[in-house]
């Protein structure tokens, strides 16, 4: 499986963005995909998780402030992320996971600064 990751970039706090990440190869229908995000150094941590079926988790740092969605019929995952915040500066990373392994994207820069 291969995950391609865009839509990161410098925002404001405050403000939003929305990564998406696309997947492809050998892709079967039953998996789970997410968001992980990795800050300079830190660990890499959660951030939301959704499985086929459309059940989510998210971290508590961003528990109604981020959404996480998927369309399966694209293999397509996204992040929508509002009232962003300093400490949301991060590598984020797309994450897709089923019967044959854990597979990670490249990562997208998310910088929030004034």
């Known amino acids: 499986v291969q995950l391609v990751e865009s839509g990161g970039g410098l925002v404001q706090p405050g403000g939003s963005l929305r990564l998406s990440c696309a997947a492809s190869?050998?892709?079967?229908?039953?998996?789970?995909m997410g968001w992980y995000r990795q800050a300079p150094g830190k660990q890499r941590e959660l951030v939301a998780t959704?499985?086929?079926?459309?059940?989510?988790n998210y971290a508590n740092s961003v528990k109604g402030r981020f959404t996480i969605s998927r369309d399966n019929a694209e293999n397509a995952v996204y992040l929508q992320m509002n009232s962003l915040k300093p400490e949301d500066t991060a590598v984020y990373y797309c994450?897709?996971?089923?019967?044959?392994?854990?597979?990670w994207g490249q990562g997208t820069q998310v910088t929030v600064s004034s």
């Open positions: 994450n897709w996971k089923d019967v044959t392994g854990d597979y």
């Open positions: 190869g050998s892709i079967f229908s039953i998996n789970a």
């Open positions: 959704i499985a086929t079926v459309g059940r989510t």
